[in-house]
């Protein structure tokens, strides 16, 4: 299949409150197309569609035209629509699992989909009104999910946030979003909107789905509470407003994380979410339920676009079963939920990746001798099989077979990916130590490319189309072009597909930056694609580095290779723009509090070890840093030396560097909540650092 050529189309979405005027279609009333519950998904196909004069707007309340084109494989379906296919086909399969106490308690589709009708309904209850918000603030539940699917039914936005937000940052997303009602985890998360409530205009009622508010006030229900409001809402009632919807207009909001300015509101229609669910579900391999029932575990953030697709609306579209993490997963539990739930396929951002690494290092090293050595042997077997062999069904030596059954089969197990087929990585690009580090373990990280504009991945990788270091093709039913290409094929990579965003909510300038005048959608960041439509990552735009001498340098593969030298450094910064050098922030990899992931001053046990192997004593930063440890300092400056002896221009040299007291963190604020690296922040906040590398010069 030649994905390049592959056409692409976008679609809208909408749905309509009862009380408001119905929107014609084709000179239909909308009463003719009530989604009843008895309804088939035959009864729903057709042109759903509100009327539409341009392919994007910045009103919630808006139509957008899709990007349907000649050979279209999909109608444009709602969320409901979607959703009652799957109860159809999939309704007595186990969809969720929650563990309560030490027992897992699974819930069958055909449950699931009653309980988001009643959290549908319950909303209704409490004014839901059309188009305006419901934020959910917490970790991955069921009642997340439910909380998700009914504000959709019910005829709102749904809206997750990122539950390390401040009230401040929470005041903003439910104060754009004109929230009605917001869906809180416990009273950590609930103090956050009571200290903001009072200048929530929009907002009705607070509903707190874990534990019992500590407090009685006016507007607060506990999730048992308010599951109950709505049973008086007729059933009728809710399929009129579910009835009403439209593929093509707005049900989801999705936040960028806002590392240089405020954050946008990625308007996404019901399409963009149902067709990339499905397409993109297709690239990536997985499997319908009634062929084999894949499993998950979901843990990643829900108010991040990755995390909603994989999870929740591809759960439901391929009926897979979805088991909800630990809400301390990050601080260490989610292995042992791995290990308990044995996953078909798990998605990791980069530093979840690497945090699994740095583990299984650890835990290596406290090997004895000859288990040491019989592991690194069978890593290194793998590796070089793994590094041959373009498929993953391409047939390897006896000797790979042999280091798998005996050694890396066990490796995996520990990890909880013994039964695990497939394994993605997204949100942020991921180093080719990790990369490496996996495949020693016989693990394949696919990655996926894209943004919240494009409903999550518009390029992906996956067992029919692999090749490192690139992050796959683009997902078939989409296509790309690249703008402005340079004289080493480098140019700016633009999307077009059913999966292209509808715009930013209220922000028309963000928005006409964004899409140019045909439609497309353009992603700020460079690359190339090579003759087989494999696209490679090399920088972003607004990251790109202008020397005063006018040269321009992406700073990534520069941090990437220096962290490859160098296994004793966690973050490098490249610093240089419209300067006579570069220069480099280091961080050293260390401990985190496990309460607050907070970085502290303990180095890693990897650290440490490369600190020994030079004869060096040091367990802290503070030991290090200020060129207390010449003998770390060396050896971090020979590392800078090789990765300078491959620079291709003096002005990608570094000059400079020197080591910060702390490990970057999301915490710290120097990444966000998807550990992309903050660039304009880190700049701000290491100001006086950074202008004393150059004062010296």
């Not at 929230?179 to 009571?194: F, G, S, W």
């Not at 963009?272 to 084999?292: E, F, Y």
């Amino acid at each position: 299949m030649d994905f390049p050529d592959e056409k692409g189309d976008d679609q809208p979405k909408d749905s309509v409150h009862k009380s408001m005027a119905l929107v014609q279609t084709d000179g239909e009333d909308d009463a003719s197309v009530v989604s009843g519950q008895k309804n088939t998904e035959e009864e729903f196909a057709g042109a759903l569609l509100a009327q539409a004069h341009s392919l994007w707007t910045t009103d919630v309340k808006g139509s957008v035209k899709l990007r349907i084109e000649e050979g279209c494989s999909q109608e444009p379906v709602t969320v409901h629509q979607m959703f009652r296919a799957s109860v159809e086909k999939y309704g007595n399969m186990h969809a969720l699992a929650s563990k309560k106490g030490n027992k897992w308690e699974k819930i069958t589709f055909s449950e699931y989909y009653q309980f988001c009708r009643r959290a549908a309904k319950s909303f209704i209850k409490l004014g839901l009104e059309r188009f305006h918000g419901v934020a959910i603030l917490g970790f991955n539940s069921a009642e997340w999910f439910f909380s998700a699917v009914g504000a959709i039914m019910a005829g709102g936005t749904m809206t997750g946030i990122y539950a390390t937000n401040s009230p401040e940052a929470c005041h903003y997303v439910a104060s754009d979003s004109k929230a009605n009602i917001i869906v809180v985890e416990n009273q950590k998360q609930l103090d956050k909107i009571l200290q903001i409530r009072d200048r929530l205009r929009h907002l009705k009622a607070i509903v707190q789905y874990r534990g019992q508010p500590l407090q009685r006030i006016s507007g607060l229900y506990s999730w048992e509470e308010f599951m109950e409001l709505g049973l008086d809402v007729s059933e009728k009632e809710l399929d009129d407003i579910v009835g009403s919807q439209r593929a093509n207009q707005c049900c989801i909001l999705i936040y960028t994380s806002g590392t240089t300015g405020k954050p946008k509101g990625v308007m996404l229609s019901h399409d963009n979410i149902t067709w990339t669910a499905n397409h993109a579900s297709r690239a990536g391999d997985m499997q319908p339920a009634d062929t084999k029932q894949e499993s998950l575990v979901s843990y990643l953030p829900l108010s991040h676009i990755a995390a909603q697709i994989y999870d929740l609306w591809k759960g439901i579209q391929w009926g897979e079963l979805v088991y909800f993490a630990q809400p301390d997963a990050l601080k260490g539990s989610l292995v042992t939920t791995l290990r308990e739930v044995c996953p078909t396929s798990h998605m990791g951002v980069p530093r979840v990746w690497e945090k699994m690494m740095e583990k299984m290092k650890q835990a290596i090293s406290e090997c004895g001798y000859v288990k040491k050595k019989l592991v690194t042997w069978a890593m290194s077997v793998s590796l070089e099989a793994n590094l041959k062999c373009s498929l993953k069904d391409d047939e390897k030596p006896f000797l790979f077979t042999l280091a798998d059954s005996l050694v890396l089969q066990r490796l995996r197990a520990e990890l909880g990916l013994s039964c695990c087929q497939k394994f993605y990585s997204g949100a942020a690009p991921i180093g080719s130590e990790t990369v490496q580090f996996f495949l020693g373990l016989n693990i394949r990280l696919y990655e996926a490319y894209g943004m919240s504009e494009s409903t999550g991945p518009h390029f992906m990788s996956g067992p029919k189309g692999y090749k490192l270091p690139s992050c796959g093709k683009v997902v078939p039913g989409c296509r790309y072009k690249m703008a402005n290409v340079d004289s080493e094929g480098i140019g700016e990579i633009c999307f077009w597909g059913r999966n292209v965003f509808m715009g930013f909510l209220n922000m028309e300038d963000k928005t006409r930056e964004a899409l140019d005048e045909d439609g497309w959608l353009h992603s700020g960041d460079l690359g190339k694609i090579d003759e087989e439509g494999f696209l490679y990552i090399t920088g972003r735009i607004k990251e790109l580095i202008i020397t005063a001498g006018g040269e321009n340098i992406p700073p990534v593969p520069i941090e990437e290779a220096v962290k490859m030298e160098l296994p004793i450094i966690s973050n490098a910064m490249l610093i240089g723009d419209k300067r006579k050098f570069l220069s480099m922030l280091l961080t050293l990899k260390c401990c985190s509090n496990p309460d607050t992931m907070e970085p502290t001053e303990e180095l890693s046990t990897e650290a440490v070890e490369f600190c020994r192997q030079l004869g060096s004593q040091a367990t802290k930063v503070s030991d290090i840093m200020g060129g207390k440890d010449k003998e770390v300092y060396r050896a971090i400056q020979d590392g800078i030396n090789r990765v300078n002896s491959a620079a291709t221009s003096n002005a990608q040299r570094i000059q400079k560097w020197t080591i910060l007291r702390k490990d970057f963190s999301v915490s710290g604020g120097e990444l966000g909540p998807t550990m992309k690296l903050r660039r304009p922040v880190v700049l701000e906040m290491y100001h006086t650092v950074i202008e004393s590398l150059y004062q010296e010069q």
